[in-house]
């Protein structure tokens, strides 16, 4: 098994199922000593002690602690490298709720076993080689963000997709470097010459597939973080209306979160397995006159910065001038146009032509709103990818990805200008350097540090 180097792979132990109340949750112990503390604390009712216990094995018993059961358990044994960290793992399924987990956490915890930090299970798979960092980080990114295509995407992506197709990149540039490196080392040989066209070709071509691969950016972002989406709309026109409409649509799931980056508060809203992040600068739920005092500048910025543009004309009046100047600045391939209160009459503007979504609803009384879903759904597919061909999910993948084209792009640019072999190799070395530092196979302790800090405590 592979060793991350400076790493003693003490054991660690946390709950891994939620915090909070439950009908059960799970105590996860990982490390060599994992089975060893369980055998000291658990009293079987039916079955082996932990010792004797093959790996994918349960057993039901007591765990005990100074003679005293705590709870009633089902202790499954996971024996090295057949576990999701590769190591001893012990999972004990126990009764829920947050002071019995708690205790029985505490009990687990001795010298020989101390609290795991967050993210910490998983990076131990990383360092024995169980998950790619990629896939660690699309277990983190992906899960943990809401919305079932994010959800259906984590999967696929946890079997390896991305990993494969970068592995795929580095494979060409090895085998280009290689051909470099036979040609330059036995010069005397009778090697051909390595042509330089042919080179060209192999090196384009492998830049776009690799932006092929960075171009999945957009769509991760959406999965992970949601559509960030602006109804604009002059005053009256029932902005807040469809705000709520949208709001009360799977309310169960809708979720207020103070904003980190934009300072103000931003509604989530599930429309159609897709999270849509509403933002209060859209003067959704501010009277007119703060919608008029906020100015039409900051307006205009948030259409600007907006993936998405739910764009509300009354449509049972004729359009105003207000309505005209603001359809003219609407970008037609981020915006919906929403003509609302279609339940008193519809006027056709033929100014709307412009757009190729638009909706008919009334979002007072919820009226088709199923078009709208279906629009939001058409708009996040158009830069949907399939999963199964690999996503880059954050930002640390895309500068990494970006790096490594960049050196890529700057070894074709020497080779096009004729400059010394020599001169490509240096450039393709940092590309393929950049592909090693994106995967996890070749990253400082710092950037792994980073990157499970992110996950949960169990995970
Ligand atoms: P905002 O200023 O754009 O946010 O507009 P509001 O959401 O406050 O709506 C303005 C008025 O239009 C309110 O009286 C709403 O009840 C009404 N309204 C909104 N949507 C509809 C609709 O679909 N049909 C009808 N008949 N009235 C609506």
Same mark, same amino acid.
């Given at each position: 098994?592979?060793?991350?180097?400076?790493?003693?792979?003490?054991?660690?132990?946390?709950?891994?199922?939620?915090?909070?109340?439950?009908?059960?949750? +799970?105590?996860?112990?990982?490390?060599?000593?994992?089975?060893?503390?369980?055998?000291?604390?658990?009293?079987?009712?039916?079955?082996?002690?932990?010792?004797?216990?093959?790996?994918?094995?349960?057993?039901?018993?007591?765990?005990?602690?100074?003679?005293?059961?705590?709870?009633?358990?089902?202790?499954?044994?996971?024996?090295?490298?057949?576990?999701?960290?590769?190591?001893?793992?012990?999972?004990?399924?126990?009764?829920?709720?947050?002071? #019995?987990?708690?205790?029985?956490?505490?009990?687990?915890?001795?010298?020989? !076993?101390?609290?795991?930090?967050?993210?910490?299970?998983?990076?131990?798979?990383?360092?024995?080689?169980?998950?790619?960092?990629?896939?660690?980080?699309?277990?983190?990114?992906?899960?943990?963000?809401?919305?079932?295509?994010?959800?259906?995407?984590?999967?696929?992506?946890?079997?390896?997709?991305?990993?494969?197709?970068?592995?795929?990149?580095?494979?060409?540039?090895?085998?280009?470097?290689?051909?470099?490196?036979?040609?330059?080392?036995?010069?005397?040989?009778?090697?051909?010459? +390595?042509?330089?066209?042919?080179?060209?070709?192999?090196?384009?071509?492998?830049?776009?597939?690799?932006?092929?691969?960075?171009?999945?950016?957009?769509?991760?972002?959406?999965?992970?973080?949601?559509?960030?989406?602006?109804?604009?709309?002059?005053?009256? @026109?029932?902005?807040?209306?469809?705000?709520?409409?949208?709001?009360?649509?799977?309310?169960?799931? !809708?979720?207020?979160?103070?904003?980190?980056?934009?300072? @103000?508060?931003?509604?989530?809203?599930?429309?159609?397995?897709?999270? #849509?992040?509403?933002?209060?600068?859209?003067?959704?739920?501010?009277?007119?006159?703060? @919608?008029?005092?906020?100015?039409?500048?900051?307006?205009? *910025?948030?259409?600007?910065?907006?993936?998405?543009?739910?764009?509300?004309?009354?449509?049972?009046?004729?359009?105003?001038?207000?309505?005209?100047?603001?359809?003219?600045?609407?970008?037609?391939?981020?915006?919906?146009? !929403?003509?609302?209160?279609?339940?008193?009459?519809?006027?056709?503007?033929?100014?709307?032509?412009?757009?190729?979504?638009?909706?008919?609803?009334?979002?007072?009384?919820?009226?088709?709103?199923?078009?709208?879903?279906? *629009?939001?759904?058409?708009?996040?597919?158009?830069?949907?990818?399939?999963?199964?061909?690999?996503?880059?999910?954050?930002?640390?993948?895309?500068?990494?990805?970006?790096?490594?084209?960049?050196?890529?792009?700057?070894?074709?640019?020497?080779?096009?200008?004729?400059?010394?072999?020599?001169? +490509?190799?240096?450039?393709?070395?940092?590309?393929?350097?950049?592909?090693?530092?994106?995967?996890?196979?070749?990253?400082?302790?710092?950037?792994?540090?980073?990157?499970?800090?992110?996950?949960?405590?169990?995970?």
């Amino acid at each position: 098994m592979q060793k991350w180097k400076g790493q003693d792979m003490d054991t660690i132990a946390a709950i891994a199922t939620p915090h909070g109340t439950g009908g059960l949750a +799970v105590i996860r112990i990982s490390g060599e000593q994992a089975i060893a503390r369980a055998q000291e604390l658990f009293q079987p009712i039916r079955g082996r002690m932990p010792a004797e216990m093959a790996g994918y094995t349960c057993a039901y018993g007591y765990l005990m602690q100074d003679g005293e059961r705590l709870d009633d358990v089902v202790l499954t044994v996971f024996r090295a490298p057949h576990s999701y960290t590769g190591e001893n793992v012990v999972e004990i399924a126990c009764h829920g709720g947050r002071y #019995l987990t708690e205790t029985l956490l505490r009990a687990v915890l001795c010298d020989a !076993v101390r609290l795991a930090e967050p993210g910490e299970f998983t990076k131990r798979a990383f360092l024995n080689g169980k998950l790619s960092l990629t896939q660690a980080e699309a277990v983190a990114d992906l899960i943990s963000a809401s919305g079932e295509n994010a959800a259906k995407a984590a999967r696929r992506l946890r079997e390896g997709a991305t990993f494969r197709r970068i592995s795929g990149f580095s494979e060409t540039l090895l085998n280009v470097l290689s051909d470099l490196a036979v040609w330059a080392d036995y010069p005397d040989e009778d090697i051909p010459e +390595v042509d330089g066209g042919a080179l060209e070709r192999r090196l384009s071509g492998l830049l776009a597939n690799m932006q092929g691969l960075l171009d999945t950016y957009g769509y991760g972002k959406i999965l992970r973080e949601g559509l960030y989406t602006v109804i604009a709309g002059k005053p009256n @026109v029932g902005k807040s209306t469809l705000f709520n409409a949208l709001s009360g649509y799977e309310r169960s799931i !809708v979720t207020s979160l103070a904003g980190t980056t934009r300072d @103000v508060v931003e509604e989530q809203v599930r429309v159609g397995g897709y999270t #849509l992040r509403l933002s209060d600068t859209a003067g959704m739920r501010e009277t007119t006159e703060q @919608v008029e005092r906020l100015g039409v500048e900051r307006s205009l *910025a948030c259409l600007k910065e907006a993936d998405l543009i739910l764009a509300v004309f009354d449509t049972s009046r004729p359009m105003e001038e207000e309505d005209v100047s603001l359809l003219k600045q609407l970008p037609v391939e981020r915006t919906i146009c !929403v003509c609302n209160k279609t339940d008193i009459a519809k006027v056709w503007q033929p100014e709307m032509e412009k757009f190729s979504d638009i909706v008919e609803i009334s979002a007072k009384n919820e009226i088709n709103m199923q078009s709208l879903t279906d *629009a939001v759904c058409r708009f996040a597919a158009r830069s949907a990818v399939p999963a199964e061909d690999g996503m880059i999910v954050n930002e640390r993948q895309r500068t990494a990805l970006q790096e490594a084209m960049d050196a890529v792009q700057e070894g074709l640019t020497a080779l096009q200008a004729g400059y010394a072999y020599d001169a +490509v190799t240096v450039s393709l070395d940092a590309a393929a350097d950049a592909l090693l530092r994106l995967t996890g196979e070749r990253v400082t302790d710092k950037v792994v540090d980073t990157v499970f800090s992110r996950f949960c405590v169990g995970k």
